[in-house]
């Protein structure tokens, strides 16, 4: 691969292929957006002196290519040519990366505090630690409930018929809202993907991200696999983004695709007499809030006519 020079904050040079991290940016018309993150990084890569930026563009018809061009942080661009999904780009950009290249996954709509690629960074350095994140902050400042239980019956049941807020505060729910771990920190069993940062030893344990979930639950595979890998994903609350996401909860195509990968991903774990039993939690719970949206309207459709049939995961 050919060399790559850009100025990291403070004016060291960093050399591409002596990076330590990669920040790794995957977009999709992405271009109101991605100039806030780009922005961020300055300050979010504050004492990280080896660092490289990709974005991995697919087929936006906007003008995230150019935006990320012309950006003074220095960014590697890569144009799949095809609207890929979210998994597709991430491993565009690490098959470029050398085997010992730590990498931090970012949505575009991401805005990094100061110090928090180090942070993580300096989590990732503990070989039991195989993925860290930080404390994602909404736009007004409070904190996300961005950490998660592994899909199972309790946690779907109990989010369709108490809601996903009660079934979070009881602590039966998908949904982790426990103050103390976002206080504190801690491991989890995933969290959601908008910022994570992997190990190089995560890379090379587990291998490349699933591509045939395209968007959605790709990233509670990725963490599935490396904990059952004996790896920890930990919650870093020293570490710190802000994060304007919920798109899918207007896009009724975004509802219906997390909804069918929710199930295709709980089928690749359990047996089909759970798998039925999954789906109709989603199809009680959804039936039960189906004049709140078109976003409701859109998760029931799924979870009664998409996912059928066997599902098997791909080679890696």
């Not at 990076?19 to 991605?34: C, D, F, H, M, P």
Request: aromatic content about 6%; some cysteine; overall charge negative.
């Amino acid at each position: 691969m050919d060399a790559l020079l850009k100025t990291a904050p403070g004016g060291a040079t960093v050399h591409h292929a002596d990076a330590r991290i990669a920040l790794v940016i995957v977009t999709y018309n992405s271009g109101e957006v991605l100039p806030g993150l780009l922005d961020s990084l300055e300050a979010g890569l504050e004492g990280v002196d080896r660092y490289e930026v990709i974005v991995v563009d697919n087929a936006s018809r906007d003008d995230s290519v150019a935006l990320a061009r012309a950006h003074p942080i220095g960014v590697t661009v890569i144009e799949t040519g095809r609207n890929a999904g979210y998994a597709a780009g991430i491993n565009a950009a690490v098959a470029t990366l050398t085997p010992d290249t730590d990498v931090l996954v970012l949505n575009p709509d991401v805005r990094l505090q100061p110090g928090c690629v180090h942070l993580l960074s300096r989590r990732l350095a503990d070989a039991s630690i195989g993925i860290a994140v930080p404390k994602v902050l909404n736009e007004d400042g409070t904190v996300a409930h961005s950490l998660r239980r592994e899909p199972s019956l309790l946690t779907i049941w109990s989010d369709a018929l108490l809601g996903t807020k009660m079934a979070a505060k009881l602590g039966i729910g998908e949904i982790v809202s426990s103050p103390d771990l976002y206080s504190t920190g801690g491991v989890v069993d995933w969290a959601t993907g908008a910022a994570l940062a992997i190990s190089a030893k995560a890379r090379k344990t587990v291998g490349s991200w699933d591509e045939s979930f395209f968007l959605y639950s790709e990233e509670v595979d990725y963490m599935e696999r490396v904990r059952s890998a004996g790896l920890g994903v930990v919650y870093e609350t020293r570490a710190r983004a802000v994060h304007f996401g919920g798109e899918y909860h207007e896009n009724t195509y975004l509802s219906g695709l997390m909804t069918s990968n929710r199930i295709r991903y709980f089928r690749r774990h359990h047996n089909i007499v759970s798998t039925l039993l999954f789906r109709l939690a989603i199809i009680v719970g959804e039936t039960m809030r189906v004049t709140l949206g078109a976003g409701h309207r859109a998760a029931l459709h799924a979870a009664l006519f998409s996912a059928a049939g066997p599902q098997t995961a791909p080679a890696r």
